[in-house]
């Protein structure tokens, strides 16, 4: 008997911890256009800079934790790529803040990251591109919307931030950065 109770107390104990982790989809993983403009790069001239947009492919991945009431907090970790003469890398990590409005279909979210961007800048003679590497923080804000409970399109994420040159030729110490995204948003 007190083995069926003890068996008993576990089901209910497992099942109600199973939903609720079912319930709290600790992680999501995102696919998404991504797109930058830097400003202040190098050209290869001494002491002139330009602008450039660079429109890749980007991901991530947000270990969420239970939420409470509306709001849910989050680890974000994400990285984007555009490969050629022109273009960026990135990877970053931060902290997310989202938001599940009552009655509403919306989330939105807001965050802070910091990390890593590589870019290449086409050199003002045309001949070859100029590679700097900086350390760089983003603060970015967006709306997600569910489809079905696992699944949710990112309507549109916006950032700004700024990177600090650790390495590359240019005399240029920091760049300011514009990141414009959409995509896909899968729960687990």
């Known amino acids: 008997m007190r083995r069926l109770v003890w068996g008993f107390v576990f089901a209910v104990f497992c099942s109600a911890f199973c939903s609720v982790a079912v319930h709290a989809q600790a992680v999501s993983v995102y696919v ?5 403009r830097f400003s202040n790069t190098p050209t290869g001239v001494p002491g002139q800079t330009g602008s450039f947009w660079a429109s890749g492919i980007g991901g991530g991945l947000t270990l969420n934790t239970i939420p409470v009431g509306p709001v849910r907090f989050g680890i974000d970790l994400r990285g984007s790529t555009k490969p050629g003469t022109t273009g960026a890398d990135t990877a970053m990590g931060g902290l997310r803040l ?4 009552p009655l509403s279909p919306v989330k939105p979210y807001i965050q802070a990251s910091g990390g890593y961007v590589a870019t290449r800048s086409r050199v003002a003679s045309g001949t070859g591109s100029l ?3 900086y350390a760089a923080w983003e603060i970015l804000g967006g709306l997600d919307v569910p489809l079905v409970p ?14 600090y040159r650790v390495s590359g030729l240019s005399s240029a110490s ?15």
């Open 32 to 36: 998404t256009s991504a797109s930058a």
């Open 150 to 163: 696992f699944f949710d399109v990112r309507l549109i994420e916006v950032g700004g931030g700024t990177g």
């Open 98 to 101: 989202q938001l599940k409005p």
């Open 174 to 188: 920091n760049i300011s950065m514009f990141t414009v995204s959409s995509g896909l948003v899968f729960h687990f």
């Open 131 to 133: 590679e700097n590497h």
